[in-house]
T-cell receptor
Framework: GENVEQHPSTLSVQEGDSAVIKCTYS??????FPWYKQELGKRPQLIID?????GEKKDQRIAVTLNKTAKHFSLHITETQPEDSAVYFC???????????FGTGTRLTIIP | DGGITQSPKYLFRKEGQNVTLSCEQN?????MYWYRQDPGQGLRLIYY???????QKGDIAEGYSVSREKKESFPLTVTSAQKNPTAFYLC???????????FGSGTRLTVV
């Protein structure tokens, strides 16, 4: 029950189209779900996160949705641009446990 | 490096040797983490520490050791017992009660 499954592992979309990455989990304790972006050769950086008391959060072209009943959460990127090309990781955690468990990553490629 | 520094950036080790990776932060964060990143496997937790002089094993601690003598520093030793040490190692920190990690820029270890 500790793992996070992330799909797809690779994703190619035409510039301007939308991209969606989905993660699923199985435990009931997790209440914090961040997304990290890792550009080639660089460190992962937090791009958006959501806590279990809300179902959706948006920041410009990026949004995250959470379905706690079904235990899945998704990253949505609209109007994709070449600089969105990177590896994206989802993660889960819960208050009182200081560690995050990460998904296996999605390599997103934006085709110009 | 955004307040958390890992060194060196590249490290080569001969089989049978121990090697220590450095991680220093000036963010006044209490919690620090070591993750290992392998292609297709995401980030896997090696060790973490929530407070000085205390640390806990993560999911893949075998063959690794850590110390936390100072709040700012959390070095990781890769011992000769680690069967497959070639990987990219990421250090992260977080303030207690906070949610988001700050990552270092990573150390790429290669066994030759």
């Amino acid at each position: 029950g500790e793992n996070v499954e992330q799909h797809p592992s690779t994703l190619s979309v035409q510039e301007g189209d939308s991209a969606v990455i989905k993660c699923t989990y199985s435990d009931s304790a997790s209440n914090y779900f961040p997304w990290y972006k890792q550009e080639l050769g660089k460190r992962p950086q937090l791009i958006i996160d959501i806590r279990s008391n809300v179902g959706e959060k948006k920041d410009q072209r990026i949004a995250v949705t959470l379905n706690k009943t079904a235990k899945h959460f998704s990253l949505h990127i609209t109007e994709t641009q070449p600089e969105d090309s990177a590896v994206y990781f989802c993660a889960k955690g819960y208050f009182g446990n200081e560690k995050l468990t990460f998904g296996t990553g999605t390599r997103l490629t934006i085709i110009p | 490096d955004g307040g958390i520094t890992q060194s060196p950036k590249y490290l080569f080790r001969k089989e049978g040797q121990n090697v220590t990776l450095s991680c220093e932060q000036n963010l006044n964060h209490d919690a620090m983490y070591w993750y290992r990143q392998d292609p297709g496997q995401g980030l896997r937790l090696i060790y973490y520490s929530q407070i000085v002089n205390d640390f806990q094993k993560g999911d893949i601690a075998e063959g690794y050791s850590v110390s936390r003598e100072k709040k700012e520093s959390f070095p990781l030793t890769v011992t000769s017992a680690q069967k497959n040490p070639t990987a990219f190692y990421l250090c992260a920190s977080k303030r207690t009660g906070g949610y988001g990690y700050t990552f270092g820029s990573g150390t790429r270890l290669t066994v030759v």
